[in-house]
């Protein structure tokens, strides 16, 4: 019997709210034939937008270690920064280091984790409930 693999879409925004920098991040939860399991998002300010894009990655991580799914995951992002950060084929600077260590943390503790780079549409339910939360907070 194999055990089930999972998809799971992240997303992060900001947007200027007066003089700050206010962000939202989302990631969504798939099982092999296309069923939500799982949904979340949060915000935080100040925050740029790749800082929210890592902060989904990271919460999907956190997320797979407390499922114990880590090996059988794949997580997609839109963010080429991010992933190419995560798979040690760019230079992470130092405004982004906290969030990769965490990241490695995980990764190097629970397992192999499948970070890709996708289409935007192919995260689209991550940034709708990222877009809401965003609008629902600071909108």
Request: net charge neutral; with cysteine.
């Amino acid at each position: 019997m194999t055990e089930m693999t999972y998809i799971i879409q992240c997303d992060g925004m900001s947007k200027k709210k007066g003089e700050v920098e206010c962000g939202a991040w989302a990631f969504v939860v798939f099982d092999e034939e296309g069923k939500r399991v799982w949904r979340e998002s949060g915000t935080k300010h100040p925050a740029t937008f790749n800082e929210m894009e890592w902060e989904a990655v990271i919460r999907a991580l956190d997320y797979s270690r407390k499922q114990e799914i880590v090996d059988r995951v794949t997580i997609c992002s839109d963010s080429l920064l991010v992933v190419n950060q995560f798979n040690l084929n760019w230079k992470v600077g130092k405004r982004m280091y906290p969030y990769w260590i965490r990241s490695q943390t995980i990764t190097d503790k629970y397992g192999d984790m499948k970070v890709e780079k996708v289409s935007r549409d192919k995260t689209k339910h991550a940034d709708a409930l990222c877009s809401a939360n965003w609008n629902i907070t600071y909108g």
